[in-house]
């Protein structure tokens, strides 16, 4: 993302192709026996008992049929909602619901005097394949391999990109690898439209896909999407996000745990096959947001791939080892912001790729600790950082990762209640939702986004996307229809009811994306573009300068199916994350006989009493008194933590207690003034109670 204007070849065979086999110039209102894109619904299909709605613009009556394609049969007959004008596309619309209708089918809708729609389905698994196209769209974006024809079709393609001879830029340098240093950095996705990979853009990417393993992992045991890896016995979902993460942690200096921001060219290559782009790749600056990204991720992915140490032997250690190494190298340093100015200011070469530069890291310190947290039952790390539960969440995206805890905490809620106050997460998590709930109600095309024009930026289909995200960790928790419907309508936005009136997600669908600014699609000479990737959607800042005619000023059209678009029409991961999580869940909700909502693996103890923990006097000179009280049958392991989370040799440490309670005097005479966190661990939890050392 964040592109500077490129030139960009013609492509004009590629375009003829693609127009004759999808029909790319379909008039906006054809006769009433043709087909009409003023009838705007989910272009790929409805599960039978979802909310099923679609928008028809400039309707001539207020009746509407859905009927059978050849036009046989007539199934359902209903009347629209009064027009309403959506100032954001600058329409006059009417909200038609045919939610009664179940029997499962392929159909058209019609209105007099208008035409009819493109074809949908009602099926008992129609989203599936969009589940599976939103997963596999990470295989397309794989970097260092070759992608086999039984694997990736008529897209397959040579290996590009080894990465196996990466370059320590300037500004990375260090004494154990000083500038120009040659590393090797393989695997991992392509981030977006360009060639390179990018930390902090993975950090919330990875997070959401192991999310959803974690969140529906019956659904996604038996998910296949034809990979490589899909005879072995990993999840197909896990190994994908495998490929990933195995280079995020080659990001991560040995020496001392930091994590390089990015692997990237000096600037954006062309239009080319991605084994063509044969420009050097560097490691750049580490960054306090690449670090926390980086650990609130491994330690996500800790727990997730515990139960399947017989298949990646050693792994969630692994994983832990370097979360523990990223977190203390952030805080150790807590403000080192990535400015690729200010950078190239006082560094060569200049470094002229998309920067992800986030300037507030509260939110990465906050998501590092709560996935910490979550996996170690550690709860110094939210003493350190405790979760904002003030006001409402809101919606995520790479620079704002607070509500990605906040999805986690809410899931892993029952753990959580000794530590956090699970009353005040729900009313925190709620009033976000219901507040979107409450602006899909009054909007009129029945969806969650265009109730404020600025809802149009860079990238807005990820934010359709990533609202549903948050309203399906409500839906688990309360079991409310209104936040799954949520869900439903903003996925029939992403495929097709919009004012665009294209299904942003390639190949699915009637008018869909065929230009994306994607340099592997453009380079093949396909007449398609890769499958199942979601395009970033209309956005109002325009940013790119194209000079192919973007749609009438209005926010909610502002988007162009050019490649030169890379402002409404580029794809990215984070976007493909929010796809794949929302259709995924949808499916894992909606299909009969419904799925369990949690793992059954969970990796510390719920449900239970957590110890007692006093310490006096507090502030602490040379020494400080603590006090355990066990209300069960168990043992555990007092000791005290500076706050790099290192354990200090003081008296008293590791005692072990059984029941009752237990006085024990730490001495802190020879430690540094400061905080520290007094730990005590049993099976029955862990207590953390902050001490400050004074003289």
């Not at 199916?561 to 869940?585: F, H, K, M, P, T």
């Not at 099976?683 to 109670?689: E, L, P, Q, S």
Request: with cysteine; proline share 6%; aromatic share 10%.
């Amino acid at each position: 993302m964040f592109r500077k204007s490129e030139a960009i070849g013609a492509a004009s065979v590629r375009r003829t192709l693609a127009c004759l086999i999808l029909l790319c110039s379909i008039p906006a209102a054809a006769s009433a026996q043709g087909t009409t894109t003023a009838i705007r619904l989910n272009q790929v299909g409805f599960f039978p008992t979802a909310v099923k709605q679609a928008v028809v613009v400039d309707a001539p009556t207020n009746a509407f049929r859905i009927r059978t394609p050849d036009g046989v049969r007539t199934v359902y007959e209903g009347t629209m909602a009064v027009a309403r004008t959506w100032v954001s596309a600058q329409e006059n619309v009417r909200l038609a619901d045919f939610s009664a209708l179940q029997e499962p089918g392929s159909y058209v809708m019609e209105v007099d005097g208008l035409g009819t729609s493109y074809a949908f389905e009602i099926a008992v698994e129609p989203l599936q394949r969009v589940a599976v196209a939103a997963v596999k769209g990470f295989y397309f974006q794989r970097a260092s391999t070759r992608l086999a024809a039984q694997y990736a079709g008529q897209w397959t393609r040579a290996a590009g990109h080894p990465d196996t001879s990466v370059k320590v830029h300037a500004s990375a340098a260090s004494a154990s690898r000083p500038e120009g240093t040659v590393i090797a950095s393989p695997r991992g996705w392509y981030d977006a439209g360009d060639y390179n990979k990018y930390v902090v853009n993975s950090g919330i990417t990875t997070g959401q896909l192991l999310q959803l393993y974690e969140h529906y992992p019956a659904y996604f045991d038996v998910f296949a999407t034809n990979i490589p890896e899909s005879s072995n016995t990993l999840p197909d979902l896990l190994d994908e996000v495998l490929w990933n993460l195995r280079w995020m942690m080659t990001m991560q200096d040995p020496a001392d745990g930091g994590l390089y921001h990015k692997l990237t060219t000096a600037n954006f290559e062309p239009m080319v096959r991605p084994s063509a782009a044969t420009d050097q790749r560097w490691v750049v600056q580490k960054s306090t947001p690449a670090a926390l990204d980086f650990a609130a991720v491994a330690a996500l992915g800790a727990r997730v791939f515990r139960p399947f140490e017989a298949t990646v032997p050693g792994l969630a250690d692994s994983l832990l080892d370097a979360s523990f190494r990223a977190w203390n190298w952030a805080q150790a340093n807590p403000g080192d912001r990535y400015s690729q100015s200010a950078m190239n200011a006082a560094f060569d070469p200049d470094i002229n790729t998309g920067e992800y530069g986030d300037g507030s890291f509260l939110d990465e310190f906050r998501w590092a600790a709560t996935e910490l947290y979550l996996t170690t039952r550690a709860d110094s790390f939210l003493y350190m950082y405790p979760p904002s539960v003030s006001g409402n969440a809101s919606v995520p995206g790479w620079p704002n990762v607070a509500s990605v805890a906040t999805v986690s905490f809410a899931h892993h809620r029952h753990a959580a209640a000794a530590v956090l106050d699970t009353t005040e997460l729900r009313r925190h998590l709620l009033g976000l939702v219901n507040q979107l709930v409450e602006g899909r109600r009054n909007n009129p095309y029945g969806v969650g986004i265009g109730n404020a024009t600025n809802d149009f930026y860079w990238g807005s289909n990820s934010y359709v996307a990533n609202q549903a995200y948050m309203t399906l960790a409500a839906y688990r928790w309360t079991r409310d229809a209104r936040y799954l419907d949520f869900a439903v309508a903003n996925l029939d936005y992403l495929l097709g009811r919009n004012a665009t009136g294209y299904s942003f997600v390639t190949d699915h669908g009637d008018k869909v994306p065929l230009f994306p600014h994607h340099r592997p699609s453009e380079s093949d000479g396909i007449a398609r573009p890769v499958p199942g990737l979601l395009v970033g959607g209309p956005n109002a800042g325009r940013e790119d300068g194209c000079s192919y005619p973007y749609p009438p000023n209005a926010p909610a059209k502002s988007y162009v199916d050019s490649v030169c678009s890379y402002a409404s029409n580029e794809i990215a991961i984070n976007w493909q994350s929010s796809l794949a999580y929302l259709a995924g869940a949808v499916a894992a909700h909606l299909t009969p006989g419904g799925l369990p909502l949690s793992t059954g693996r969970e990796t510390g103890p719920e449900g239970v009493s957590s110890p007692g923990l006093e310490v006096w006097p507090n502030p602490a000179g040379s020494s400080v008194n603590v006090r355990v009280r066990m209300e069960q049958g168990m043992q555990g392991e007092l000791a005290l933590y500076d706050m790099l989370g290192r354990r200090t040799p003081t008296g008293g440490s590791e005692a072990f207690f059984g029941p009752g309670s237990h006085d024990v005097a730490l001495d802190t005479a020879n430690l540094a003034p400061g905080v520290y966190f007094a730990r005590f661990v049993s099976a029955m939890g862990t207590r953390t109670v902050p001490i400050v050392v004074v003289r």
